[in-house]
């Protein structure tokens, strides 16, 4: 039978190059996704075969136990291992952050589903090239900010975070967020795991980006790439500074988005109407939908 095991951060190199392997554009199958959010979906995982098995741990609408889609080597054996240990155990067979491309794996494996999904659950993706180069009139309002930003701040410097400017943008959020009331479970550990992800940068192994004016950081991002898609998971910055997410969003894409990245992911909205709105502002070309399915 399968062991399942808490994720700690102690798993990430062993587990990172299991998750970096397919084509999934989701979030959820990356390395930030899953280790960022492990703790808020009690996450526990398990190994068999070179393959990776990712178990939730939470209320998803009746269904207390739920696992992804296996990550590494041997997915449609994972499935296979999945549904023996339910048996065992006797729980319902439920899967989460199940993409539509996914119904076809798992219809090799099971004859019958139910499914179920929630618009603030969705991913946005975006071209790579839309958001690096913000051509067109539908982008004319976020160049326009961005030529603000940067005439009232023409000693603007953007920049890969590293060891040495770390404890700079470990102060800046400490700073940041002392500002700022955290008054949901989602938010809450949004921010203690922004912190966790700055005080173990080189564990965590992300992509990072700050920007300075006139020296002082204002705003940092960190992702990550995955086959062809470089994943936004962390965006904070300090809005007194009129465009500054604009700049931010744009300077990281122009970084990250090597030749080789064809899409962006910014990730869900979680159903905040602010975000939602900004989210749409840049056009996705794709909403991948996620969804809970329940085998019969």
């Known amino acids: 039978m399968l062991e399942f095991h808490k994720v700690t951060l102690d798993d990430i190199e062993k587990l990172r190059p299991l998750i970096l392997q397919g084509d999934s554009k989701i979030c959820n199958n990356t390395v930030g996704g899953i280790f960022m959010w492990r703790d808020y979906f009690n996450m526990e995982c398990a190994l068999w075969d070179d393959t990776v098995i990712l178990k939730a741990c ?18 449609q054996g994972g499935l296979d291992r999945i549904a023996e240990y339910c048996r065992e155990i006797n729980i319902p067979l439920a899967f989460y952050a199940i993409t539509v491309d996914d119904f076809d794996l798992l219809r090799t494996k099971f004859n019958d589903f139910t499914t179920e999904t ?17 051509e067109g009139r539908k982008y004319s309002g976020k160049r326009n900010h961005i030529n603000q930003f940067k005439r009232e701040h023409p000693g ?100 990250y988005a090597t030749e080789n990245i064809k899409c962006i992911n910014r990730e869900e909205d979680d159903g905040d109407p602010g975000l939602r709105f900004s989210k749409k502002s840049y056009y996705p070309f794709m909403i991948i939908e996620k969804y809970i399915v329940v085998i019969k």
């Open 156 to 255: 603007w410097v953007f920049e890969k975070i590293n060891e040495e400017n770390l404890p700079l943008v470990q102060s800046f959020y400490e700073k940041l967020s002392s500002e700022q009331e955290f008054t949901t479970h989602t938010s809450i550990e949004d921010h203690d795991k922004t912190v966790e992800v700055l005080d173990n940068y080189s564990v965590y192994g992300l992509l990072g980006g700050l920007l300075r004016v006139d020296n002082e950081i204002v705003a940092f991002s960190i992702g990550e790439t995955k086959g062809e898609v470089l994943h936004v998971h962390i965006e904070k910055a300090n809005t007194i500074y009129k465009g500054v997410y604009q700049v931010l969003n744009n300077e990281f894409a122009k970084l």
């Open 58 to 75: 939470a209320n998803y609408h009746g269904v207390s136990t739920v696992f992804s889609i296996p990550l590494g080597g041997c997915p």
């Open 118 to 134: 929630n618009e603030n659950w969705s991913d946005y993706i975006y071209e790579a090239s839309a958001l690096t180069k913000l």
